[in-house]
């Protein structure tokens, strides 16, 4: 499975949107990306996934850049809820490897009053 | 709704001791996970099996077995447990087919002295 790299940390304000970069450079034609999110002591949470299309559903909208090199994950109304730990994971499509991903550091959000 | 059940959420193990964490699922899923989670370092994989009886090693193996005898059951087992072993242990599944993502359990927090 191709690596991801998101930042360390970010901030953002209540009731703003956050933004949420991962780059997965060496991604290939039939890997998805995924984003978890993890709350403290508690297991990560799927919010969302995507191949090549813009994907939105009800917690987060998902950017995919034409060359699939990188992503942002949305989320258009931030929360002090959504403050969390975020993981971006690819993952192929298929039987033997279904399922087997690297989840790295992620990205802690904080989200400010 | 769906769920990943962890057989302990607090664990306080001794040095030297066997130690089995179990987790369930009732959502049918053939592919079955466990990760350990250190702070820095993320989610890292142990095992994971794709079917009964079946078992492939993660990324850090050593030190750990596991058993899958029923589809919805997938047991990791510490045959003597050491004090580098203090961690945060997470179960996950997912269907073996197709891009779903995983269901993570809540955590099992284990703790060898």
């Known amino acids: 499975d191709a690596k991801t790299t998101q930042p360390t940390s970010m901030d953002c304000a209540e009731g703003r949107a956050a933004n949420l970069p991962c780059n997965h450079s060496?991604?290939?034609?039939?890997?998805?990306v995924y984003w978890y999110r993890q709350i403290h002591s508690q297991g990560p949470q799927y919010i969302i996934h995507?191949?090549?299309n813009n994907e939105t559903n009800e917690m987060a909208s998902l950017i995919i850049t034409e060359d699939r090199k990188s992503s942002t994950l949305i989320l258009p109304h931030a929360t002090l809820r959504d403050t969390a730990v975020y993981y971006c994971i690819v993952r192929e499509r298929g039987y033997i490897n279904a399922g087997k991903s690297t989840f790295g550091d992620g990205t802690t959000l904080t989200v400010k009053p | 709704d769906v769920k990943v059940t962890q057989s302990s959420r607090y664990l306080v193990k001794r040095t030297g001791e066997k130690v089995f964490l179990e987790c369930v699922q009732d959502m049918d899923h053939e592919n079955m996970f466990w990760y350990r989670q250190d702070p820095g370092l993320g989610l890292r994989l142990i095992y994971f099996?794709?079917?009964?009886?079946?078992?492939e090693k993660g990324d850090i193996p050593e030190g750990y077995s596991v058993s899958r005898e029923k589809k919805e059951r997938f047991s990791l087992i510490l045959e003597s447990a050491s004090t580098n072993q203090t961690s945060m242990y997470l179960c996950?599944?997912?269907?073996?087919?197709?891009?779903?993502?995983?269901?993570f359990g809540s955590g099992t927090r284990l703790t060898v002295v």
């Open positions: 995507g191949l090549k």
């Open positions: 996950a599944s997912s269907p073996g087919t197709g891009v779903y993502g995983y269901t």
């Open positions: 060496t991604i290939s034609g039939n890997e998805y």
């Open positions: 099996s794709y079917d009964v009886k079946m078992k």
